[in-house]
């Protein structure tokens, strides 16, 4: 099965990291989503593990360190246009929680929109 999220994604970062080299090392995924293995006891364990280290269900997908005239920085939550992709209740409150604090949250659909939003953003 296809993971268009991921693809999506791939293709924003790949394109982000050769049009703004000097800020290709400020935006970075939060792997929050990533397969854990083993039994599901393993996989409590695992995830268990990652919340103590710091993991946190519902960060945005990537995150955009750079400030603007308007705010601290852009967490950017990837979603297809798939008639199902939407965000969880958990993404819902990281975006109250993160623009709260004067960050700018996006959910992005497609590679022109992430094209766009990111030139709009870096020239405020």
């Not at 296809?2 to 970062?13: H, K, P, T």
């Not at 599901?40 to 519902?58: D, H, M, S, Y």
């Not at 939407?86 to 623009?99: D, I, N, S």
């Not at 590679?111 to 020239?123: G, P, R, S, V």
Request: aromatic share 8%; glycine share 6%; net charge positive.
């Amino acid at each position: 099965m296809q993971n268009r999220e991921s693809d999506l994604q791939g293709a924003c970062v790949a394109w982000f990291r050769h049009t703004h080299p000097s800020h290709s090392k400020l935006l970075f995924s939060v792997p929050n989503g990533a397969y854990l293995h083993g039994s599901k006891i393993q996989r409590l364990k695992q995830w268990g593990r990652l919340r103590r280290e710091g993991a946190v269900t519902g960060v945005s997908d990537l995150l955009l360190l750079v400030p603007n005239s308007r705010c601290h920085g852009l967490c950017i939550e990837m979603k297809t246009e798939a008639k199902h992709s939407h965000q969880t209740p958990q993404q819902k409150e990281f975006e109250r929680a993160v623009t709260g604090q004067n960050y700018e949250y996006i959910i992005i659909r497609n590679f022109n929109d992430f094209k766009n939003t990111i030139k709009n953003y870096l020239h405020e």
